[in-house]
């Protein structure tokens, strides 16, 4: 009786210690990667940056789309509204500090959140989405005709941002940008794992499962889902601001459809609503895209094309999701022999 309550004990004791170990693999993953990609690709920093203020922009949707269920195919309104915003206060303003560009951006980018959430969040299913494409359009048209601001179809230029701390100066190679991407992506990273499996990312969870229940347990569906469309704008305005800060110029794509289909596409990918999901569907979409258009620059997109369909076919859950949910059912095979 003594040795069954012990090995009770043991047992509800190593579920929380299982995923604080998994988070904090997570963080060691993104440092042992950053130090590797700078290590492997001295000269693909930038290549690999975009990937990190895109891997923030996919993180941004996962928490909607992936944890809380909203369809939405105009997340990159609030990833341009960072990046905006952070080439604006530098360029206008003379805001050049890069911590508080980023800082502007990631405001920039829970204001846009908020009034995207606001708009999209008034319908379901379809309309969902269709509000979510008019939504990103109306952004797109505004900064194409406050040129005065935002420099149109040309761009926004002369964004110059100091040195970090004073010391680290952004230099054309990339070294600088790269460093402060991994770093902001570490630091994000470990916010949204304790978010999600915070009470409120546990009723996220089952505002996407059973909003009805969640309504009939008193809590209020729509607050759960803005108040998670306001973070998920902050995260993607801190993907904007990188982007502005490591490129330097901030165009009109920003702000485009397009981006937003893609981002989506890296995390179905990946697999939704799991945070490794969305990080490990952008770098393989990302490297693989680039990859196959610098070897076949003509027939890219059919390629591209032929592993998204492989991987809908062959693994719904995602890259991720299939990989945990093969290994996850492996140790309940392993665990139960061994009880036998």
Not at 23 to 51: E, K, Q, R
Request: proline share 2%; net charge neutral.
């Amino acid at each position: 009786m003594a040795l069954s309550t012990h090995s009770t004990n043991d047992h509800t004791q190593t579920a929380p210690a299982r995923r604080a170990d998994r988070g904090l693999i997570g963080a060691v993953a993104i440092v042992v990667c950053g130090i590797a990609g700078y290590l492997l690709f001295p000269d693909n920093l930038a290549l690999l940056t975009h990937i990190i203020s895109t891997m923030l922009l996919v993180l941004a949707i996962d928490l909607v789309t992936g944890y809380c269920g909203v369809a939405t195919l105009g997340h990159a309104a609030l990833f341009g509204a960072g990046a905006y915003g952070s080439g604006i206060a530098a360029a206008h303003f003379g805001i050049t500090e890069p911590l508080t560009m980023t800082l502007v951006g990631l405001v920039c980018g829970a204001i846009a959140g908020l009034i995207s959430g606001i708009v999209v969040l008034r319908a379901h299913g379809l309309a969902q989405l269709v509000l979510s494409i008019a939504v990103i359009h109306l952004f797109q048209e505004a900064a194409n005709k406050a040129s005065a601001w935002t420099g149109g179809s040309d761009g926004l230029s002369g964004i110059m941002p100091d040195a970090i701390f004073g010391r680290f100066e952004f230099d054309l190679f990339g070294h600088t940008a790269y460093v402060y991407g991994v770093a902001l992506l570490l630091v994000t990273f470990v916010l949204l794992r304790i978010l999600v499996r915070s009470p409120f990312g546990m009723l996220a969870r089952g505002v996407k499962e059973d909003p009805v229940r969640v309504a009939a347990m008193g809590a209020s569906v729509r607050s759960v889902l803005i108040r998670m469309y306001v973070i998920s704008g902050a995260v993607a305005g801190l993907g904007g601001a990188l982007s502005a800060i490591s490129t330097q110029v901030v165009g009109l794509d920003s702000l485009s459809f397009t981006l937003s289909a893609e981002s989506l596409v890296m995390l179905v990918l990946g697999g939704t609503g799991s945070l490794y999901g969305a990080m490990v569907g952008t770098v393989v979409f990302m490297f693989f895209e680039d990859t196959v258009s610098a070897a076949n620059p003509f027939h890219w997109l059919t390629i591209v094309g032929v592993l998204l369909i492989a991987v809908v076919l062959f693994a719904p859950k995602g890259l991720y999701g299939t990989a945990a949910a093969y290994f996850e059912r492996r140790s309940r095979v392993r665990k139960g022999r061994a009880a036998a």
